[in-house]
């Protein structure tokens, strides 16, 4: 199948500084590509769609001056954290489709995001 | 949005049972339906899924049922090994579109 690559996959940052999560797609082009957060023990929850050159669409409740994604290329989406608190601890994955026609998504290895 | 809903939270079975994990959602414009089961600390990974034109789909211990009138999905697995041991999602997409996931099931399968 279609390979997805997360980077980095664990980060550890002081709080108040921002962290870059890049997500790429390896042998395929993703004109969308979807933001995931999930906390022990719980569901993916979805934070964002983001978009090839356009703005990304943010679900409800999430702060899109806080979680921003540039998506500038179609094998590449980047979630930055931006003012990192201890309460943005979590596990972060992005996926990706190879079309938009009723396929799988396949999804990045995950980045685990600690804030000290 | 779609609201998708995943019962039950845990479940247990002894090794060479069955296990049946049923989910619900809300959209009657979802068209796709995917199962993924997550290990510890990886990517989630797809084993079967179904889409709205069929009502059931079987991959060897694997099967999905879904009803659309009711808009209820269920995965049933035959025959558990205690490598089945994990978290499933069930999922609900239209074409294009996101994801949105049930809660989670996790299984333990007793040797």
């Known amino acids: 199948g279609a390979v997805v690559s997360q980077h980095p996959s664990r980060v550890i940052c002081k709080s108040g500084t921002s962290v870059k999560i890049e997500c790429r797609s390896l042998?395929?082009?993703?004109?969308?590509m979807f933001w995931y957060r999930q906390f022990p023990k719980k569901s993916l929850m979805l934070m964002a769609t983001?978009?090839?050159?356009?703005?990304?669409?943010?679900e409800q409740g999430v702060e899109k001056d806080k979680f921003l994604i540039n998506h500038a290329s179609l094998t590449l989406s980047t979630l930055t954290v931006t003012s990192a608190h201890p309460e943005d601890s979590s596990f972060y994955i992005c996926?990706?489709?190879?079309?938009?026609?009723?396929?799988?998504?396949?999804f990045g290895q995950g980045t685990r995001l600690t804030v000290v | 949005g779609e609201n998708v809903e995943q019962h039950p939270s845990t479940l247990s079975v002894q090794e060479g049972d069955s296990a049946v994990i049923k989910c619900t959602y809300s959209?009657?414009?979802?068209?796709?339906f995917p199962w993924y089961k997550q290990e510890l600390g990886k990517r989630p990974q797809l084993i079967i899924d179904?889409?709205?034109?069929?009502g059931e789909k079987k991959d060897q211990r694997i099967a999905v049922t879904l009803n659309k009138t009711a808009k209820h999905f269920s995965l049933h697995i035959t025959e558990t090994q205690p490598e089945d041991s994990a978290v499933y999602f069930c999922?609900?997409?239209?074409?294009?579109?996101?994801?949105?996931f049930g809660t989670g099931t996790s299984l333990t399968v007793i040797p």
């Open positions: 996926s990706a489709r190879v079309d938009n026609v009723n396929t799988e998504a396949f």
């Open positions: 959209d009657s414009a979802s068209n796709y």
């Open positions: 983001s978009n090839e050159g356009s703005k990304a669409t943010y």
């Open positions: 179904i889409r709205s034109n069929v």
């Open positions: 042998d395929f082009q993703a004109t969308t």
């Open positions: 999922a609900a997409s239209k074409t294009g579109n996101q994801f949105y």
